[in-house]
């Protein structure tokens, strides 16, 4: 997988050391990340680590403290200017729908349009409803319509005006998991069809990685890491992004070559993009699904916790020094909590931090 390309001749949005926050003190600071053309980008971190700040600066509603906005070419935010939101072509689709309730699906959907007459206006609604599958409820309010439906009208509201970019902010949260998924790709392949960029702001990388070209990592209102996410899973930048994404447990060991580490797992061997000097400590990053069941291993944790998850079950595993670390296998290989297991690592990458 190669890495986002990291140097088009223009980005769409370019985002270059912005600090901004509330009062005199920065909520987010020295945030780099930019975005192609058509690209879904993805702001993923914890709770207060800064998203909806950021979004809140991209949308015009927060004015910039230190670096600079550019979309399309053009400063939309410096220090001492904001160019206001409703110039900026950039629509919005928050958690929780923000429809009129007193406006009927279509008036809602046709409500920023401006400057066409009615029977365009009309046209150009019918192809919005249609295009994410709700043309049947045009004449409906929205007390009508299911959650999932509320945020097609919301998606339809904001491409209405065609703007440049759309802001997406949590804007599946209030759904169920299984609706969350499909709606999350269907607006994917709405965005994708139509080459509007976006940008995702959200604390689930199920979703992020589902939906996004790229992904930016905060931790309090810093960017750890801005890349595609086969990259943030397999080539994390740091430990926390190695811990946020993705399941796993660090095991301690050894260097005992470029791209072999000696621990109490055994000797582990995979891909590196940075090598290792011989005898450096490290903490290894073991991956539920970096362990594998070998009924001929002479390593056999015991099973200190077991969870049931349908097709699969999760096991956690202790080694004879307290070494902890977690197997997903598929549930027909059912073990008993104190069972010592026979298993071995099979990791196709190698994470690992110098320990400090
Ligand atoms: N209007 C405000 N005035 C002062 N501080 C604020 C304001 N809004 C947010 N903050 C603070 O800024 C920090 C970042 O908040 P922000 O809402 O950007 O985080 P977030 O990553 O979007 O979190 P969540 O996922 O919980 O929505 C938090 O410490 C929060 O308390």
Not at 4 to 33: E, I, K, Q
Not at 71 to 91: C, H, K, Y
Request: glycine share 8%.
């Amino acid at each position: 997988m190669p890495p986002p390309n990291l140097m088009p001749d223009s980005w769409l949005l370019d985002v270059r050391a912005l600090g901004c926050g509330y009062g005199s003190a920065n909520v987010v600071s020295d945030v780099r990340f930019a975005l192609g053309h058509g690209d879904i980008g993805c702001l993923l971190g914890p709770s207060g680590c800064g998203k909806s700040t950021i979004l809140r600066a991209l949308a015009g509603f927060l004015p910039i403290s230190e670096g600079e906005i550019r979309l399309n070419d053009q400063a939309i935010s410096v220090p001492g200017f904001t160019l206001p939101p409703e110039q900026r072509r950039i629509g919005m689709v928050f958690q929780d729908y923000a429809l009129f309730p007193h406006l009927t699906i279509a008036e809602n959907v046709g409500f920023g349009l401006k400057g066409l007459s009615r029977d365009e206006k009309r046209i150009k609604t019918a192809s919005l409803l249609e295009l994410v599958h709700l043309q049947d409820l045009a004449d409906k309010y929205p007390h009508q319509l299911s959650g999932g439906q509320q945020q097609r009208v919301a998606l339809a509201r904001a491409l209405a005006p065609e703007p440049t970019l759309i802001l997406l902010d949590e804007p599946f949260s209030n759904l169920d998991a299984d609706l969350r998924r499909r709606l999350s790709l269907d607006v994917r392949d709405i965005l994708k069809e139509l080459g509007i960029s976006a940008l995702l702001v959200t604390h689930d990388q199920q979703e992020a990685f589902a939906m996004c070209d790229q992904v930016a990592v905060l931790k309090d209102g810093q960017v750890q890491q801005w890349d595609v996410p086969y990259n943030l899973y397999h080539e994390p930048a740091n430990r926390f992004v190695a811990g946020f994404v993705g399941q796993g447990a660090f095991v301690p060991g050894t260097a005992s070559g470029a791209d072999t580490i000696e621990s109490e797992l055994g000797s582990l061997t995979g891909k590196r993009n940075r090598q290792w000097r011989a005898g450096t400590l490290l903490d290894v990053l073991i991956r539920p699904d970096d362990i594998v069941y070998d009924p001929d291993s002479d390593l056999k944790p015991r099973v200190v916790e077991k969870t049931f998850a349908g097709t699969s079950t999760l096991y956690r595993f202790r080694l004879s020094d307290d070494t902890e670390f977690e197997a997903l296998f598929r549930s027909h290989l059912d073990f008993r909590l104190g069972e010592h297991v026979p298993v071995r690592v099979e990791a196709d990458h190698l994470i690992a931090f110098q320990r400090t």
